[in-house]
């Protein structure tokens, strides 16, 4: 077991102001740590090597969340690729090697569930990753995650580099992205059903067949498991973090127009991909650990619909 993070033990989050980064930082401070070393592309642009290097040397951070990436949802993946692929290889590899060379105690290097082949079996098990195909729409940022993945286990083998990779499912909350081209479904939806609550529309329109289905965790159980798993997990295996349970696309619309009070009919698009039937992760590695989720996702929409009123659709008048 390696060293845990105490109170003052200086703590780096990468991403700090995304929806993962933002999350950890609530949960970290609220955990009692408050040495924080906070970096966001505005400060340090992680696809610099040079500039990442010069940090480490500089602040020498004992712990590093590595939640810095470019992300996105099925759209914005198929039609940027080659800056899906190049800056989260470019971030990672960066990020990860720096941690290494300038002593880092212990990385966690935050992946994703489109790891996994497409047609993994269901409930997607830590064990199926390299197992078969990737779903096309998002192999790119799969690959990248892939290759961090390696990267964390090969400097453990080589040189007994202490770093961790979590697995979480789709993630929603607040801080999340609602721009209706390149967000992920739940915060697309809950944006465009409130568009349609306000605009009086009779219908709204949901991508593809409603048939896929997803699981959803709140982003703030995801920064729970990320703090208890940097406290206590500490081996090459990845590990996913989920809910353990998903429902279908058309059920979800279905939650979001309750949730938002739009009173139309919902359609479906079938024009627009569905992306991977199914991905659900076996949770079973995170609970032996003694970790669950805590957020119910009818809860989760609710308080994240707050957020996006206070915080977004305010802003759009
Ligand atoms: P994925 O989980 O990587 O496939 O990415 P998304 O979260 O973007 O999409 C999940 C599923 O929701 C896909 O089947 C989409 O076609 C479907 N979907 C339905 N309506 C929307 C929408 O308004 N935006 C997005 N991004 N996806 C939608």
Not at 39 to 66: C, H, M, N, S, W
């Amino acid at each position: 077991m390696t060293d845990r993070m105490i109170a003052s033990s200086k703590i780096c989050v990468a991403g700090y102001k995304g929806l993962v980064g933002s999350a950890i930082v609530r949960r970290l401070r609220s955990g009692g740590f408050a040495n924080l070393l906070l970096i966001d592309r505005g400060e340090v642009d992680l696809t610099d090597q040079r500039a990442v290097r010069e940090l480490f040397a500089r602040e020498k951070p004992e712990y590093v969340f590595l939640a810095a990436a470019r992300v996105g949802g099925i759209l914005a993946n198929s039609t940027h690729p080659a800056d899906f692929i190049r800056d989260n290889l470019l971030i990672q590899t960066h990020v990860i090697d720096a941690a290494h060379t300038h002593g880092v105690t212990k990385l966690l290097f935050l992946g994703s569930s489109c790891i996994y082949p497409k047609d993994a079996p269901q409930p997607m098990k830590e064990e199926h990753l390299l197992t078969g195909p990737l779903e096309p729409t998002n192999e790119w940022y799969a690959i990248a995650k892939i290759a961090g993945i390696k990267l964390v286990q090969a400097l453990r083998k080589q040189h007994g580099f202490c770093g961790i990779s979590l697995m979480p499912t789709n993630l929603y909350g607040p801080g999340d992205n609602f721009d209706v081209t390149s967000s992920h479904v739940l915060p697309a939806l809950l944006r465009r059903f409130d568009d349609a609550k306000r605009a009086g529309a009779s219908e709204l329109v949901v991508w593809g067949t409603g048939a896929p289905r997803r699981e959803f965790l709140h982003v703030d159980d995801l920064a729970d498991a990320a703090v208890f798993l940097m406290q206590q997990y500490d081996d090459e295996e990845i590990i996913n973090v989920g809910v353990g349970e998903d429902l279908s696309i058309a059920e979800l619309a279905g939650l979001v127009r309750e949730v938002v009070g739009f009173s139309g009919e919902i359609a479906f698009d079938i024009t627009k991909p569905d992306g991977t039937p199914r991905k659900l992760l076996d949770v079973s590695r995170l609970h032996a650990q003694g970790w669950t989720a805590k957020i119910a996702l009818a809860d989760g929409v609710a308080s994240t619909y707050q957020w996006y009123l206070e915080n977004v659709a305010q802003m759009r008048g």
